[in-house]
């Protein structure tokens, strides 16, 4: 990908007001979160471009290059030449307006909404280098030039004429002219009108692809509590229809001070009424291609997040799903995660779609626009995953990997037979080494201080890089009946966490702490919500995550208190817990051959590998581009590539 990058020279030259300078591109920030969002199976969302504070997009014909406003003095230009669906250069081409928010196509110009007027350029999409400034040429200049609201959205309609969002100038109050409304007017701005009345704060707006009817979204009053009123998707399919502001604060909710005064014709309500503060803004019908066909008709909408709410809402991406007689039958989550434990680090305003099906997102507040596609990234990840196939081993149950790239792999041999177990080496070329034998059934690893700790059975075992075996405890040490030692997992302090997935039904099952000193006691016990506990990961100071292989179940276990928080379910056989730098988390299922990824304990998990034979305890490789599986019953390690 070619980037330009703003060089001290040119910002130099741009606060001289010089008409265009490229934008320095630096995307590390927002990759780094991409994890945290929760995406339906088979979609990707990666970054676009970055976009200093990206409002309302648009699609430029031939070239492709995407305009985009912002709430600044800035419109920018996004150019693809390549067509990999990853910006090449992004261009400032406008640094002189007063809230350039809102930025249409027609016939070859670029209409750009300020707060105050609306002007076309000619040609953008023909040399993005042109004296745009120059080129101005105001169509309109009778919008009502007040700060409060004053982010105009815009769109032409199927009849041709520009549609314009006109905010109210206040919270709630009353209004006059083209306040609290959507106009429409020609190209060449005569004929301005009052499209629709009563609306507070539209900032998104798009047409019905079947019917051609007018949709916009609209924010409604404030400091009217946590849950009150709602947020609004409206349909306006004809002009002259009033929408309720100021006489309804939001749906049919009303304010106090509005409460005994009435609206001057019949108010229209919300074909979709949103959680309150949930502050909707751009939206798109979906007319692509290459998502699924369920899809095809929805609007798909940005949620900008609240402000003013006791614990936040919105951040994400809406979905309003529409029948075959182009009726809302109603709305869910499309794509969330922008808000992490009350804290936002991404907020959603604008939605574009491309030529090929995909969408881009604008976000304001990280300063990107992402592209959310469907189906692109399964084949590379499959063709990545065959050449990194180790095979011929016997059972391998559990892998760990070396700080200096190496893998040791238990190999349980054949189940039931002692004395024919033993840990690989995987070294870094490839080949195969072994560091121990004589062990029974070989299962959870882990390293501590470059000594490797095994789960044998009954067991616990310390291993040295020259291959030394030293018992840690063994099956008289335990206060309970060791089972079937599993899993392994060491905190910071070296205390050993050991589980016993115990019995087919659960008998003798628990998890054991090993202290430093060697003292062992019982933490969770078979009478514990968890059936068969297996994979273990410490999850923050005196915490586990522990994977229930008999019930599918993710569960937190507080080690202090011993109790459990349920998490998540649906993981079959569920086996091996990993997380990688990003924050990821990974759980495989032995029973059905699946390993899925998480953004968080809670998150929808996501598939990444399903052909496996019996997926066991996964690591993560040295270099954290890896998931590392044993496939215990096909007798293979395979990696998962995970970046």
Not at 214 to 231: A, E, I, K, Q, S
Not at 380 to 406: F, N, Y
Request: net charge negative; glycine share 10%; proline share 5%.
């Amino acid at each position: 990908m070619k980037l330009k990058f703003l060089s001290v020279a040119s910002l130099a030259a741009a606060s001289l007001g010089l008409m265009v300078s490229p934008v320095m591109a630096d995307r590390a920030a927002a990759e780094a979160n991409l994890h945290k969002l929760n995406v339906p199976d088979g979609f990707n969302v990666e970054v676009y471009a970055e976009v200093p504070g990206a409002r309302q997009m648009t699609f430029g014909q031939s070239t492709g290059t995407v305009f985009v406003g912002t709430r600044g003095k800035n419109v920018y230009a996004v150019v693809d030449r390549n067509k990999d669906r990853q910006a090449d250069e992004v261009v400032n081409i406008l640094d002189d307006l007063k809230v350039g928010n809102g930025v249409a196509m027609y016939q070859g110009n670029l209409y750009v909404a300020e707060q105050h007027r609306i002007a076309r350029y000619a040609a953008p999409g023909f040399d993005l280098s042109l004296p745009f400034e120059q080129m101005r040429e105001v169509v309109f200049d009778d919008l009502p030039d007040k700060a409060h609201h004053g982010w105009r959205y815009i769109d032409f309609g199927p009849d041709g004429k520009l549609y314009v969002t006109v905010g109210a100038p206040c919270n709630i109050c009353d209004v006059s002219g083209y306040e609290g409304s959507i106009i429409r007017m020609n190209p060449d701005g005569s004929e301005a009108e009052v499209y629709a009345h009563g609306v507070r704060n539209s900032v998104g707006i798009d047409f019905q692809p079947e019917t051609g009817d007018l949709y916009f979204t609209d924010n409604n009053v404030d400091m009217m509590g946590d849950d009150n009123p709602p947020g609004e998707f409206n349909a306006a399919p004809e002009k002259g229809m009033h929408f309720g502001f100021p006489y309804y604060a939001g749906g049919d909710a009303r304010h106090q001070d509005w409460k005994d005064k009435e609206p001057p014709q019949e108010v229209t309500f919300p074909a979709v009424e949103f959680q309150a503060h949930t502050a909707s803004l751009g939206f798109k019908f979906y007319t692509g291609k290459m998502f699924p066909a369920e899809y095809q008709g929805d609007a798909i909408i940005a949620q900008h997040g609240s402000w003013n709410r006791t614990e936040p809402v919105g951040y994400k991406l809406e979905r309003v799903t529409f029948n075959d007689n182009n009726q809302v039958t109603g709305h869910e989550t499309f794509i969330d995660g922008w808000l992490v434990d009350g804290e936002a680090w991404g907020r959603p305003t604008d939605v574009l779609q491309l030529p090929d099906g995909s969408l881009l997102v604008s976000d304001d507040y990280n300063g990107v626009i992402y592209r959310v596609s469907y189906g692109e990234t399964q084949q590379t990840a499959a063709a990545k995953t065959d050449k990194q196939t180790v095979t011929d081993l016997r059972m391998p149950e559990s892998v760990i990997a070396h700080p200096d790239g190496r893998l040791f792999v238990s190999e349980i041999g054949e189940f039931g037979k002692n004395g024919d177990g033993q840990i690989s080496i995987i070294n870094t070329d490839g080949s195969k080494a072994v560091l121990a034998a004589g062990l029974n059934d070989p299962k959870g690893l882990d390293l501590f201080n470059n000594e490797l700790y095994v789960a044998d059975i009954n067991q616990v075992l310390k291993v040295d890089m020259d291959g030394n075996v030293q018992v840690v405890a063994d099956s008289s040490d335990f206060p309970g009946t060791a089972e079937f030692l599993n899993d392994l997992e060491i905190d910071g302090s070296g205390n050993l966490y050991v589980s016993d997935s115990g019995t087919d039904t659960g008998q003798n099952a628990g998890i054991y702490r090993i202290s430093t000193l060697g003292e062992i006691t019982e933490i969770l016990d078979s009478k514990a919500a968890i059936k068969r506990p297996n994979g273990l990961l410490m999850d923050g100071i005196g915490s586990l995550l522990v994977a229930d292989f008999g019930t599918g179940d993710l569960y937190r276990l507080d080690i202090a208190s011993a109790k459990l928080k349920d998490l998540n379910t649906g993981f079959g056989g569920a086996d091996g817990l990993v997380r990688d730098t990003r924050g990821f988390l990974y759980v495989s299922d032995w029973n059905n051959g699946k390993v899925w990824q998480l953004a968080g304990p809670r998150a929808t998990p996501q598939i990444i590998a399903d052909n496996l034979q019996a997926a066991a305890d996964i690591a993560l490789s040295a270099d954290g581009q890896y998931v590392v599986v044993p496939d215990m019953k096909a007798g293979k390690l395979i990696y998962l590539p995970i970046h």
